[in-house]
């Protein structure tokens, strides 16, 4: 079956310390990975995507980098948090051949409050 | 600019009634998802919609394509659909990345 693992569900980190969360979908291959944020108030926003190994696109600048080191694992990273980094970490990844029916599978999320 | 919007932004009911989430975008869209997150934040998909209606036990969700309008209804509400109701779309052109409404706080109660 298709599935999506994210981790950790909850995260504090002091301010300066570095990041690393992890998302790996099993099921399916070459798969197209997203990472959002949706921080306090306001609605999720695309900050990765990669449509292959060692292929990433950012879509806003930002204190955060991401990695795709394996087919099936997207890492999202930061050297020195910043309080602003604080929010919900959703990963998730499109299902279907040819990417036509857009059918989005989402992660369990991760809350992360910088401190 | 490519706006996803949503009301109202809460909503409250009684156990037991009907329930109508609205959505608007303001360009062509190649789909539309509703999405469920509840408190803990995880999220799930509940509806992906190109054109017309789809229902699922007591949810119905529609798109008007010419109006760039969706519809979220319950039906015979209950205190468990107490949820975010988030809608997305990918915009035409944008491949298939998502832009997100901010959701729409609903209550249920008993």
């Known amino acids: 079956s298709q599935t999506i693992h994210q981790w950790p569900a909850t995260l504090v980190q002091p301010v300066g310390s570095p990041l690393s969360l992890e998302c790996t979908v099993e099921?399916?291959?070459?798969?197209?990975l997203y990472w959002y944020r949706q921080a306090a108030g306001r609605g999720l926003q695309l900050l990765f995507y990669?449509?292959?190994?060692?292929?990433i696109s950012s879509e806003v600048p930002q204190n955060l980098s991401a990695s795709r080191p394996q087919d099936r694992q997207f890492i999202l990273s930061s050297k020195k948090l910043l309080l602003s980094d604080s929010g919900f970490y959703l990963c998730a990844w499109i299902q279907g051949q040819g990417r036509t029916n857009y059918g989005y599978t989402f992660g369990s999320g991760t809350r992360l409050t910088v401190v | 600019k490519n706006e996803v919007e949503q009301s109202p932004q809460n909503l409250t009911a009684q156990e037991g009634e009907f329930i109508t989430i609205n959505c608007s975008y303001s360009?062509?869209?190649?789909?539309l998802h509703w999405l469920q997150q509840h408190p803990g934040g995880g999220i799930v998909s509940l509806f992906m919609?190109?054109?017309g209606k789809k229902k699922h036990g007591r949810l119905i969700a529609t798109i008007n394509i010419q109006e760039k309008h969706s519809s979220l209804h319950i039906t015979a509400s209950h205190p468990r659909d107490s949820a975010v109701y988030i809608c997305?779309?990918?915009?035409?052109?944008?491949?298939?990345?998502?832009?997100f409404g901010k959701g729409i706080t609903l209550s249920v109660r008993p």
């Open positions: 919609l190109s054109s």
């Open positions: 360009v062509g869209i190649s789909a």
């Open positions: 099921g399916t291959s070459n798969p197209n």
């Open positions: 990669s449509v292959g190994i060692g292929q």
């Open positions: 997305a779309v990918v915009f035409t052109g944008a491949n298939s990345k998502l832009t």
